[in-house]
């Protein structure tokens, strides 16, 4: 059964940072899209930043870009987003996401991802 377990979410000050983890496990192909998707009170979920273990490739939204960095520890199973400089805006509840993908054909599209954890809540204060 796959399992992705967020963690590390929490309150901080405009300008602050934080890191999230999301524990994976349950499955061994190695070549998977991973995800951080943000759905902020009252607005639809959207997508952050990805990681395609495949090759290690990252793609980022334009809101994270500069200020975000996803990553993935293969041995510890454990995809991270250490977001900086956060915004109000940046609030919301995160959620990691999985999609198996033989190549590299990783996007924000929601439907393509097969496995998602409970979310780990952000909350950034002005």
């Known amino acids: 059964q796959v399992q992705l377990v967020e963690s590390g979410g929490g309150s901080v000050q405009a300008g602050g940072s934080l890191r999230l983890s999301c524990v994976h496990s349950?499955?061994?192909?190695?070549?998977?899209?991973m995800g951080w998707f943000r759905q902020a009170p009252g607005k639809e979920r959207a997508g952050v930043a990805l990681?395609?273990?495949?090759?290690?490739?990252?793609i980022y939204a334009d809101s994270a870009k500069g200020r975000f960095t996803i990553s993935h520890d293969n041995a510890k199973k454990t995809l991270y987003l250490q977001m900086s400089s956060l915004k109000p805006e940046d609030a919301g509840m995160y959620y990691c996401?999985?999609?198996?993908?033989?190549?590299?054909?990783?996007?924000?599209?929601?439907?393509?991802?097969?496995?998602w954890g409970q979310g780990t809540q952000v909350t950034v204060s002005s």
């Open positions: 990681f395609y273990t495949g090759t290690d490739t990252t």
């Open positions: 349950g499955y061994t192909y190695a070549r998977n899209c």
């Open positions: 996401a999985r999609a198996p993908s033989s190549r590299f054909t990783c996007s924000f599209a929601e439907s393509t991802y097969s496995d």
